[in-house]
């Protein structure tokens, strides 16, 4: 039977860590290796660059006051089912009570933020992160 924690090794060297570099392509006439263009874009010119800082201004503005407004709803539902029976074991017709109604709010709330921040996203965001993309060279997150 197959040993889940032990699983067999694929190759001897993977087993002693000792994965051998393979080395730059050598120069022109015998000279020093030349070293291969870098292919990844240069992330922390892009991290500090206006137009990522003003995309992350852009994604926290909308992200955090909707976090703490949900939170705050979510802990107030908490707390007045923990504390407030009478409250929220007040019926609003026939069976269903004022908890239900806030239990079903909380998840009418979860899809419309959801659905607020989708439509943010595609407005306000996805254009900015296109733009960025676009500059880096990238194409749907792939180097072109």
Do not use: C
């Not at 407030?84 to 269903?96: C, E, L």
């Not at 595609?122 to 254009?127: E, F, S």
């Amino acid at each position: 039977m197959y040993d889940v924690a032990r699983p067999a090794p694929g190759n001897a060297l993977e087993e002693t860590s000792r994965i051998p570099v393979l080395p730059a392509e050598p120069g022109p006439a015998g000279g020093p290796p030349r070293r291969s263009a870098p292919s990844d874009p240069d992330y922390t010119a892009i991290q500090a660059s206006p137009e990522f800082v003003s995309l992350r201004r852009r994604f926290r503005w909308f992200v955090f006051p909707l976090s703490f407004a949900f939170f705050a709803w979510y802990m107030t539902y908490v707390l007045l089912a923990a504390y407030a029976h009478d409250f929220m074991s007040r019926k609003v017709f026939g069976q269903v009570n004022v908890a239900i109604l806030l239990g079903l709010g909380q998840f009418v709330s979860t899809a419309l933020i959801t659905w607020l921040y989708l439509r943010y996203a595609r407005r306000r965001l996805d254009p900015r992160v296109a733009e960025l993309r676009a500059r880096a060279g990238l194409v749907d997150g792939k180097r072109r």
